[in-house]
């Protein structure tokens, strides 16, 4: 039987999404997730799949999964028993840190427990200098003696983590040898495999979060893997990265460090393709759940990916696709501080009990709450039964209106501005602070509540529209269908810029391309299909931070060499207000993307709904302060050409927008909505 369906299936905390696309076009479904097994919920939906779009499982020709598996063993603290072996004098490093701390004059803060606590922090005699010469040999019986002690401590996995291991790896290999020889069963990660990158606390950080990390997703790969093969599944499963591509299970199995933003990276990456066949390809993403908000910036059609990200509590510079998260989702809580100012977040009323409106037992209010006390949703189109709506507006009363002496109505709408305030920030964070004038931009809002938000903060942002997805409810499946494989490799070599000889630097590239190529080529890629993407960080010298800048293929002289200098002076002065051209440049990094390209599925032509927009029904809503009857769209009914003008509210099956007063509305021909306002 021939195989052609492509098949991505995301889990989040509630839902696992499945979206399946085959030569009938795409099928969208979503079945309950299943937290205590995460690979059960993934064979669900692959039945679901095989049963509601007709599809069956040996015609399957990709398999891509979004996970949170590491990501929630970080957050929760649930991962592998870990040791660390480093070098003399740097055992502590990884839980001294930085200097930064979460507040800057709290003398209270602390920092992040460390991955690895002291008694499994071993250290050994050897030392490199910044070129990866050596200044101390690697003293083999106090390795061999500490490996030993490793082997007996029966840690699951083991980091190694060297000073400049990054200029010259050999003592890092030599000591897994060491530690094999001695019957070291548990999994081995090296720095210089794992993250070869200058900054010695990021780099050990990085490298005990891969190690504690490798043993949870082996084994939930490995039943997934089993699961999806004895459901009849031929293709090899394909797992999101943090940097918005996909990779083969065996790579992920040694670098689950790479997967800890698989989820919103696989949502960035499908809000970026939709916004992309509407024609929109510099955008801001904003996915707004039950519990928090996740923002990112595409420029050209491409997410922006960084080295500085953050999950939890812990930097992780390895690449990832710039996401900035708050506490910001229709279950965040709204209260009064102690100094009589409204706040909303970071606490949420997550799924249970939820909102008070849910009906589940809730009683603090939240943001849905506010909503539905203005007119914008109508919960009885979610849930079973109606809401309370007493209920809620005593709760409102009590918690926020009478504290502040506002009315209900006044309270409710300072809680959305208030959250609205929130995001605001955020999306200035990835756009302003980063250089980006957020009107050259259009907002693809998706998430439940992201739509009901959007508008408004477009309007204080002035970004000219907000695209709201046919498929906003699965956009993170849809992104794995779309997503190529992507692998990227960074060594760090710091040296002078004018000091870097062309020929040594082409060859470093055709070093790293080559390893790529037989990469993607094992992996089914055909030559046409092969893609490198040439980079190095660059910056002043005397600074701690630096830009990319892309250098072009083929063999680089010094005319190459000056011509990416010229581009980080200009990169210098978009991202940071000034540059300095007459300053040495340094190289801190050579990186290389290796992608291998695959034909997006067509995003189906919208069906059903007509031109000629009608009212389901309408009902009081509140807007500016004025309430009135505002009509109230059901989404389904709203066809390729529908215009409207607001206020209104857009009910969906899995999330509602709302149209401010005096902003257009329009259905595109692929069935997003499109709001100017």
Not at 596 to 614: F, H, K, Q, R
Request: proline share 6%.
């Amino acid at each position: 039987m021939e195989t052609d369906a492509r098949v991505g299936v995301d889990v989040g905390g509630t839902f696992t999404d499945v979206v399946v696309a085959d030569d009938s076009g795409l099928t969208m479904l979503k079945v309950p997730s299943t937290p205590e097994a995460p690979d059960r919920g993934v064979l669900d939906g692959l039945d679901a799949a095989s049963e509601q779009a007709d599809v069956a499982p040996e015609t399957v020709a990709f398999f891509g999964h979004g996970t949170t598996v590491a990501t929630n063993a970080l957050l929760e603290r649930e991962w592998a028993e870990t040791a660390l072996v480093t070098t003399e004098g740097f055992r502590d490093a990884v839980e001294i840190g930085r200097q930064t701390r979460p507040s800057l004059y709290d003398l209270r803060a602390e920092k992040p427990s460390p991955i690895v606590e002291r008694d499994r922090r071993y250290e050994v005699v050897e030392r490199l200098d910044r070129r990866g010469e050596v200044v101390e040999p690697l003293d083999e019986g106090e390795a061999r003696a500490v490996a030993r002690t490793v082997a007996d401590a029966d840690a699951e996995s083991v980091a190694v983590a060297f000073l400049f291991a990054f200029e010259n790896d050999a003592h890092e290999r030599r000591m897994r040898e060491l530690l094999n020889d001695e019957g070291v069963d548990g999994e081995i990660s090296l720095s210089s495999e794992v993250l070869p990158e200058i900054r010695e606390y990021e780099r050990t950080l990085a490298t005990t979060i891969n190690a504690a990390l490798k043993p949870v997703m082996n084994r939930y790969l490995g039943r997934l893997e089993e699961g999806v093969a004895e459901a009849g599944v031929p293709a090899p499963l394909k797992v999101m990265q943090s940097n918005g591509g996909v990779a083969s299970a065996q790579v992920t199995r040694e670098r689950p460090v790479n997967t800890l933003l698989s989820g919103p990276a696989a949502g960035v990456r499908g809000a970026a393709h939709v916004a992309g066949e509407s024609g929109f390809d510099d955008v801001l993403t904003m996915d707004m759940g039950g519990t928090s908000c996740d923002v990112s910036l595409v420029r050209g059609g491409d997410p922006v990916v960084t080295t500085e990200g953050q999950v939890g509590d812990y930097p992780v510079n390895v690449p990832m696709v710039d996401v900035h998260t708050i506490g910001a989702g229709g279950g965040s809580i709204a209260w009064v501080d102690e100094g009589g100012s409204l706040r909303v977040g970071p606490r949420s009323a997550g799924a249970d009990p939820g909102p008070i409106c849910y009906g589940r037992g809730g009683t603090e209010p939240t943001v849905t709450d506010a909503h539905l006390l203005l007119g914008r949703i109508d919960p009885a189109s979610f849930f079973e039964g109606s809401a309370d709506e007493s209920t809620v507006r005593e709760a409102v009363r009590e918690s926020v209106a009478d504290p502040l002496d506002l009315s209900v109505a006044e309270a409710a709408q300072g809680i959305l501005d208030v959250a609205n305030a929130n995001m605001e920030r955020a999306l200035r964070v990835v756009s302003v602070e980063r250089g980006h004038d957020p009107r050259d931009f259009s907002l693809v809002a998706y998430g439940g509540a992201g739509p009901l938000h959007a508008a408004e903060l477009a309007a204080e942002l002035d970004v000219p529209r907000v695209v709201v997805p046919r498929s906003a409810g699965v956009l993170s499946a849809l992104g794995l269908l779309i997503s190529d494989a992507v692998y990227e490799e960074g060594v760090s070599a710091v040296r002078p810029w004018t000091e870097v000889d062309p020929d040594e630097l082409t060859e470093r590239f055709e070093a790293m391309e080559a390893e790529g190529r037989e990469r993607l080529e094992t992996e089914g890629y055909a030559a046409d299909r092969r893609r490198f993407e040439r980079v190095v960080d660059l910056r002043y010298r005397g600074q701690s931070f630096d830009l990319r800048v892309p250098i072009p293929e083929g063999e680089l002289d010094a005319e190459a060499l000056d011509d990416a200098a010229e581009r980080f002076h200009q990169r210098h002065e978009r991202r940071y207000g000034h540059a300095s051209p007459d300053e040495p440049v340094e190289l801190v990094t050579v990186r290389l993307r290796s992608r291998g390209v695959v034909d997006p599925p067509a995003l189906s032509m919208a069906e059903g709904g007509t031109a000629e927009p009608t009212p389901r029904t309408t009902r009081p809503a509140t807007f500016e302060g004025e309430t009135g009857e505002t009509p109230i769209y059901d989404r389904s009914t709203l066809g390729p050409g529908a215009d409207l003008t607001g206020p209104a509210v857009i009910e969906g099956v899995e999330s509602t927008a709302v149209v401010p007063p005096e902003a257009d509305a329009h259905v595109d021909e692929l069935g997003n909505v499109v709001i100017e306002p």
